[in-house]
């Protein structure tokens, strides 16, 4: 008797009434869900899409003048390696109107995560590698400045505070001609300084910033009574003594409303504090007084030398300059590096934008000219980037002669560009790929140019490959050829070399083709000078041999290959009859089993045997 047949009827009847669901509705209902579960993957998918990847879409600057380089073929940072030299360097890629880029060097310091080898850097007006410096630490601000009489490079080095919201803690360092450290730099009563400014004034003295977290009323911007801010600090430093000359802080001398940056989350505590002021540059006039650039103030100040007063203020809340260019005088923001001239004259770069989300604008190089009696401001002269820059953070500018020549860095943006001084373009500088400027994959707090003459204690860098040698001399400025000597076999006393040929330097890498005919193996390279002088020799360098035939011949080496090919040709076989024999095992375990399960007839549910 089936299941079914020994059930009640009553039960069989009342099983019998249920409804049954149709092939029609079990398709439509298998095909609602299906709907509702696109529909949901998709708006899913679209809202990921939104609000991750359409912000960094609108990163890109793409254009329709774009170069290969532009669109990050060689990549985002392009850089190139060396034979003779250990670390890469920038690639750049430049463009040149009328006169051309100054040929002075330039100075900068790349960093970012397309960086290959981040530190300071001196380039040629051609582009080509002077001298670098591989720094594990980050470093910033690095130019080229003159101290008692004698030019110096100088540059900070330490480590980016961002997680904290300010900029830097480490110190300053300035290297001779030689590339040797004569000073290193720290401030005051701090143990570490900021990243912003290391400036050498005429009068032997360092102006330097420190930021500091202190307690503060935060309840005027919307905090509690008792916030945290970061107070901007500079100290003018005797570089000798290191003397402090003078301390001048923000928080004594501009409220905490004056600021247009965001308070958010931040204030609340002192890893935490609110960067109300944020200062990043500071120079000194011909009557002692001080220029101060305070970014989140969107303003430049004018500090009086011995009371550390405020005598004016341009540009923000605070304001007290009518300006006569419509508004273009005074509506900086973001700014950076604000720098006083002869004739009341002050430049700097208008970022003009605090981050990416900022409203659409445009950053500029900015002269103008202050009226201080009057209290007049008026725009002399604007720099405008061609393809539009939008620089968030960092950048400089730097009047490079007396007819105005002016240099633009684009900070955040991997560019300089040169201009005249009524604003004509000369010369464009990238040394980063232009459509991702906005990600920030390579950056440099400031560029500058100026000269510079290096003579490194170091010995010129040289490595044979095959039949050319590749040699360069890492910050020799003055090396304009390179001379081949052979040494003499035949000489009986000291070593001697014989002058074989002369070839002209050509970038920082000099490649060069050594003659079949040398009459010895072993050769130098020596640097010459314009005037034919001897400024250093590479290390004995060896010509390849090629094939050695008595290595060749010799009989320990054929027998340590014979035994190399048995080895592991028996290692090879031992393990091919080990899994041999692991396949045999294997398929006797998956021998099929002699009991099987029967399926049950009718006869054995009826009770029969």
Known sequence: ?????????????????????SPHSKSRSRFSRRILTVAGVSISLLYLFYVFAVP??????????????DLALYGFGP????????????IVEITEWGSGCDPRYTFLAPRGDSVAHPGPVILDADGELVWMKYNWDTT????????????????????????????????WYMLDSTYTQKYQISPV????????????????????????????????????ELGWILDCIFQEIDIETGELLFEWRASKHHPVNSTYEALKAAGKDKSHAFDFYHINSVDKDEQGNYIVSARHLHSVSYIDHVT????????????????????????????????????????????????????????????????IPGRTAELLAEYYHPQQMRSVSQGNLQILDESGRALVAWGHSAAFTEYTADGDLLCDVHFGASAFFTFGRIVSYRVSKGTWVGRPLTIPDAAVMGNHVYVSWNGATEVVSWRL????????????????????????????????????????????DAEGNVLGYTEVLQKDQGVDVDELLDLHNWIVAA?????????????????????????????PNEYQLVALGDDNESGAV
């Open 56 to 69: 960094q879409l609108l990163k890109f600057r793409f254009r329709l003048d774009l170069s290969p380089y």
């Open 1 to 21: 008797m089936s299941a079914w047949t020994w059930a009640p009827a009553c039960f069989r009847r009342q099983f019998s009434r249920l409804p049954y669901p």
């Open 140 to 171: 910033q601000d690095f130019k080229v400045q003159r101290y008692n009489g004698a030019d110096y490079l100088t540059y900070w080095e330490g480590t980016e505070m961002q997680s904290r919201g300010y900029g830097g803690y480490g110190s």
């Open 189 to 224: 009563g701090f143990g570490g300084g900021d990243l912003h400014e290391f400036h050498i004034t005429e009068q032997g003295t360092a102006l330097v910033t420190v930021y500091d977290p202190v307690p503060a009323d935060l309840t005027s911007i919307g905090g509690s």
């Open 563 to 591: 035994a190399f090919i048995v080895g592991v040709g028996g290692l090879v076989i031992g393990l091919y009859r080990c899994c041999g024999c692991c396949r045999i095992l294997t398929r006797r375990c998956r021998r």
């Open 308 to 371: 550390g007063n405020v005598l004016w203020t341009l540009g923000g809340k605070l304001n007290e300059f009518t300006d006569l260019s419509n508004g273009q005088a005074t509506n900086f923001a973001w700014q950076h590096d604000g720098r006083w001239h002869a004739n009341n004259t002050l430049t700097l770069l208008d970022n003009a934008a605090h981050s990416n989300s900022d409203p659409a604008s445009e950053s500029r190089g900015m002269v103008i000219h202050l009226d």
């Open 485 to 528: 000597e052979v040494w003499d076999t035949h000489a009986v006393e000291d070593s001697t070399f014989d002058i074989v040929a002369q070839f002209a330097k050509t970038g920082f890498e000099t490649e060069i083709e050594i003659p079949e005919e040398l009459g010895s193996p072993l050769f130098r390279l020596a640097a010459l």
């Open 79 to 90: 850089s190139r390696s060396y034979v003779s030299f250990e670390y890469e360097s920038p």
